[in-house]
Structures are given as C-alpha cells and as structure tokens.
C-alpha cells in the first residue's frame, strides 16, 4: 500500500518582522523630526534667482508699451547698471529720459551709449536727439549725419535730423529729411511724431495733427502723444477735441504734468480763471519743478487780483526757468583778452577748454568741465582748470593752475558758454586776477536768460500793488534787460517813480 506523506510546516521568520518593525519606527522617527524643524523656521525663505540686466529690460520695455514712461526709466537705468548684453538699454534710455524732459540726463547717457559702441548708427542718433532736446542744435546736426554715415537705412536717424533742421529753422532740409524717415520705415512712432513737429513749427497743424494721430495708431498709450495732438487741436480752435486728449494723457498716466498745465492754459485763454487755476495747481502739485505751471497759476491768480498768491509763483517760475537755461551750459572757456576791449564774445582767443557734464548720474544739476589747454605750446605744460556749476543757485566756481603770465595789456576771461545775460550777451566772468599763476574764485548767475519777460513785469506790478516798490524796481529793469522797448516795464518805472496815471 501506499503511505500519503505530510505537508512540511513553513518555519516563521520572526527575525524578519523585527527589521520591518524597526525600519518603520525609524521612519515615523525621522517624519517627527522634520515636522519639527519645518515649524521651528517657517519663515526661511525658498532661494529666488538674481534678477538679470535683461529682465529689467524686458519689463522696461512692457512699461513703455503701457504708456509708463518713468516705470520704464527707472528699469532701463538697473538694466545700464547690471552691465547689459545687449545696446537696446543703453540706447532706448537717454531717447526716454529725453521725453520726459530730463536733458542733462538724456545727454550723459547718449553719450555712455557712444563711448560703449562708436561704431553704432543708432547710439549716434540718440544722441544727436539728446543734443537737440538739450538746445545744442548744432551739434545735434553733426550726430545724426554720423549716425545717417553708419546706418543709412535707419528711419529715425533721418527723423531726428529732421527735427533739428526744425529748430535751427532749415525748413526745406527738415521737410526733405522727415519725408525720407516715412519711405524707410511708416511704422515707427518716432518717424511720425518728427514728421508731425516739422509740419507743427511750419505752422501746419492740420497736418501735424494727422501725423501725431498716425503715431497714436500704431502706440495708442503714449501721453506724450496725446498732448502734442491735443496742442495742435487748439491751434485749430478745437476745444473739445483737445480737452478729451488731454483727459486721455492723464487716464494713461496721472502723473503727467504737462496734460494738466495744457488743461490749465485753455481755459485761461478762455478766460476761465476758476477752472485754469484748479488745472494750473494739478500740474505744480504733480511737478514742482514745472516752471510754465508756476508762472501761469501766478498770472491766473494775478488776474483775478490776489497779488499775494500770485508773488511766490511768478518768483518760483523765474528761478525754475533760470534754472533749466543753467542746466544748458555747454562748455566752459578761458581766453585771452584785450585789456581795453569790450567783452562782448565771443571770445577771441581760447587758450583753454571744457565740455560740461554732470559730477555723477546721482548729481546733476552740478556740471563740471575739465579745462585743458587749447595748444601744445611748452609754456603751458602742466596747466590745469576747472569750473563747476550749480545749476540751482547760479554759482560757478573756476578753478586754475600754473597759468603762464600774459601781457601787461591782456588778461584771462572765463566764459560760460550756452548761458547768456538776460540781454543775450555773453555771460562771462570778467578779467580773472591770477596770483602766480593760480585762481580759485567764485561767481554767480543767478539771473540769466530763459524766464518769459512777462514772469518780471507782472511781478513786478503785483509788488507795486502792494505798495512795494523797492522789490518792483529790479524787476522792471530785468524786463527792460530783456526788451528795453517793452511797455508794461516802462509803465511799471513810471508808476514806481510817481509818473504814473
């Protein structure tokens, strides 16, 4: 027969559950543990990127597609800072700070764009519209040539070249050079707001205004934009138009003061005094530093007879203008002179020179110009100058060393060239007194030209007003400095002297 064999009973591993049971109460452990540091520092942060030079320029970018231009200043200049890759920062920056008016700064940094690319058609053309906006006509002129020379299929060369034409009054080279910006390229806002001015100064503002709208079409949240079109809609006596423009600029950006003095000024040549001064006040409270602001919320108060208030504005509007004709020094020069001639300028012989820039980007409204010597001549080794200009006081300081003696019958002069006298002469410093060859001397400009003549007369009259004729005086003659012709600062002496009827 058969024996049916058993099934072998399986041996339990009781080792092997220990392990696991260990194993598993290590990782409870360790899962304990990590709660318990993550709720003892719960605030350390998670490690984020160091932003890049060219995502700051990517948002600059952003913000001037929607219309925030100081938005995009301030990330074009972190994007310069970092040391950009790429020129387009260095290059979109001074056209930007331009616009907004700030030409000191727009210069310097057309200037960095240069020196970082001297073989670049398009920092040339910057920069040539950075010299235009900051009144150096002609040596706009010569960058935009320079700029046409590397890169002469690049429409805003010819634009801004047209631009300056403009302002030097060559209205036939101006008109030919905007309508050649338009063949190369009819989709640039800059080519079209150019064409636009052109046409603006040549008293066309029909066709202005068609050529600003054509720039609107292609970038419609550009506020500059707007006021240049609303400018031209009153020129054309079309109020309500320009009134909606305006009221668009400030949608885009509150901040734009200029909007809110246009607002102002049409309803002061309406005659509206209540509604100009409520404009007026929006644009000086937005920028104290407008000046055209200050002096027509002084005339809007002056008109409706409150002297007191319209003084300090008249006075803040004068130093403002003052001011900003300062900050368009050129250069500085010293030359030699004859003793008995008159300083009437230019200067004859220029033995030394310098081209004013800003001390720093974090300092400009003080300029200093390094003053080197004209002529290779061993007389003037190692003779040095300096003079620095504080654009706000009107202070300028010149600085000389190891000078050679001149004759007996001349005489060193300093000249601050770019500023002129209220009259237009040539602002200069008089005979230097050197004392072996060295100077160090201070002198003041405080009043220069720039100001409107109607700022002092109407000043001086709202001091008359007041029985202060001591403080009217010197404006009346500041006016007769300007236009000695002029009837409101005749009549103002003539009141102040007793004469008046």
Not at 41 to 63: C, F, H, K
Not at 401 to 417: K, S
Request: proline share 5%; aromatic share 10%.
């Amino acid at each position: 027969m058969y024996l049916r064999s058993r099934p072998k009973r399986r041996r339990s591993c009781w080792w092997r559950v220990l392990i696991l049971l260990i194993l598993i109460g290590v990782g409870v452990y360790t899962f304990m543990q990590l709660r318990e540091e993550d709720a003892e520092a719960p605030s350390v942060p998670t490690p984020t990127p160091t932003r890049t030079a060219s995502s700051y320029a990517l948002e600059a970018e952003n913000l001037y597609l929607d219309g925030d231009i100081k938005g995009a200043i301030a990330a074009y200049e972190l994007a310069v800072e970092l040391g950009a890759g790429s020129m387009e920062p260095y290059i979109a920056l001074p056209r930007l700070l331009a616009l907004e008016g700030q030409t000191v700064e727009a210069l310097a940094r057309a200037r960095q764009a240069v020196d970082r690319a001297p073989e670049n058609g398009r920092a040339w053309a910057v920069l040539c519209m950075a010299y235009d906006w900051h009144g150096q006509v002609g040596r706009a002129v010569e960058a935009c040539q320079q700029a046409i020379e590397l890169a002469p299929e690049y429409a805003e060369a010819y634009a801004y070249l047209a631009e300056a034409y403009a302002d030097n009054g060559q209205w036939e080279g101006a008109t030919e050079m905007a309508e050649r910006a338009l063949e190369l390229d009819a989709e640039s806002v800059d080519v079209h707001r150019n064409y636009g001015y052109v046409m603006e100064v040549r008293g066309n503002y029909t066709r202005a205004a068609e050529a600003y709208a054509e720039a609107l079409a292609i970038h419609p949240n550009l506020p500059y934009m707007h006021v240049a079109l609303a400018k031209n809609y009153l020129a054309l006596g079309q109020f309500d138009d320009a009134m909606e423009r305006l009221q668009t600029a400030v949608d885009i950006d509150p901040t734009h003061a200029e909007a809110y003095y246009r607002m102002g000024r049409a309803h002061y040549d309406r005659g509206e005094l209540q509604q100009a001064q409520e404009f007026l006040e929006m644009a000086a409270e937005t920028d104290p530093h407008f000046g055209a602001a200050q002096g027509y919320l002084g005339f809007a108060f002056w008109s409706r007879r409150n002297y007191e208030d319209a003084i300090p504005r008249l006075e803040r509007a004068i130093a403002l203008d003052c001011w900003t004709a300062r900050r368009r020094a050129q250069a500085f020069a010293i030359s030699i002179e004859e003793r008995q001639g008159a300083l009437t300028g230019p200067p004859s012989d220029v033995v030394m020179e310098g081209v004013f820039e800003p001390v720093s980007m974090d300092d400009t409204d003080r300029l200093r110009a390094s003053l080197v010597p004209e002529t290779e001549d061993g007389a003037w080794e190692g003779s040095r100058g300096e003079a620095i200009l504080d654009t706000r006081s009107g202070v300028y300081t010149v600085t000389l060393t190891a000078m050679p003696a001149t004759r007996p019958d001349q005489g060193y002069v300093g000249w601050l060239q770019g500023v002129s006298t209220l009259s237009g002469d040539p602002l200069t410093t008089g005979f230097l007194d050197l004392e072996d060859g060295e100077l160090e001397e201070s002198f003041d400009a405080t009043w220069v030209k720039g100001p409107r003549i109607d700022y002092f007369y109407t000043l001086g009259l709202a001091h008359y007003f007041l029985d202060e004729c001591e403080k009217a005086q010197p404006l009346f003659e500041a006016a007769l400095q300007i236009d000695p012709e002029d009837e409101n600062a005749q009549r103002g002496v003539q009141f102040c002297a007793g004469n008046g009827s």
